[in-house]
T-cell receptor, first 115, second 117 residues
């Protein structure tokens, strides 16, 4: 069974540009989560999508946005990039339902570097 | 490769009591971070506490403290004066320390904590 896949592996942008990160969940998983992991820090929750709808959003400005497609894959878009957006962006997926029995499975991440 | 093991799938504690969640890990690395995350029904992974492996002193954050035993590769979380809002899934996580880059977290399977009246 294929795990959560993210693309690209590494993305280099300059300030002010826009970045698009992609995530394909494990087959059968309907929930997708996005996290930002800055240098030396733990995860910061960005977004949670389920069945195509945004279910919850972390404390990030509106220039961080995303969507979930009918096949449950997801995109994270970051507009007007700033230097502090440089981080590892992790996507996770899970089955919907009683969360206590549905762990999140993480992808390997997209490393976004802002020059 | 790193592994993180949480051997308690579910635990229950009464309000105001103390509970300890267990976590063990396996790694050949010497420099790393350990984390405890809380995941309430909102699904947001909330960082509870972080421990740097090079620090001998156990980390504390208000009612939350850890017992870090590096030689035994053990990292338990103690919650004192438990509150109803502590009800959540708790994940132990490991992160290798890479100079200049952030690396992926390795999570345990979680412990579901229920705080009761």
């Amino acid at each position: 069974e294929a795990g959560v896949t993210q693309s690209p592996t590494h993305l280099i942008k300059t300030r002010g540009q826009q970045a698009t990160l992609r995530c394909s969940p494990i087959s059968g998983h309907t929930s997708v989560y996005w996290y930002q992991q800055a240098l030396g820090l733990g995860l910061q929750f960005l977004l949670w999508y389920d069945e195509g709808e945004e279910r919850n959003r972390g404390n990030f400005p509106p220039r961080f946005s995303g969507r979930q497609f009918p096949n449950y894959s997801s995109e994270l878009n970051v507009n007007a990039l700033e230097l502090e957006d440089s981080a590892l962006y992790l996507c996770a997926s899970s089955l919907e339902g009683d969360y206590s029995n549905q762990p999140q499975h993480f992808g390997d991440g997209t490393r976004l570097s802002i020059l | 490769a790193q592994t993180v093991t949480q051997s308690q799938p579910e635990m229950s504690v009464q309000e105001a009591e103390t509970v300890t969640l267990s976590c063990t890990y396996d790694t050949s690395e010497n420099n790393y971070y350990l984390f405890w995350y809380k995941q309430p029904p909102s699904r947001q992974m909330i960082l509870v506490i972080r421990q740097e492996a090079y620090k001998q002193q156990n980390a504390t954050e208000n009612r939350f403290s850890v017992n870090f035993q590096k030689a035994a590769k053990s990292f338990s979380l103690k919650i004192s004066d438990s509150q109803l809002g502590d009800t959540a899934m708790y994940f132990c996580a490991f992160m290798k320390l890479n100079t200049g880059t952030a690396s992926k977290l390795t999570f345990g399977t979680g412990t579901r904590l229920q705080v009761t009246l």
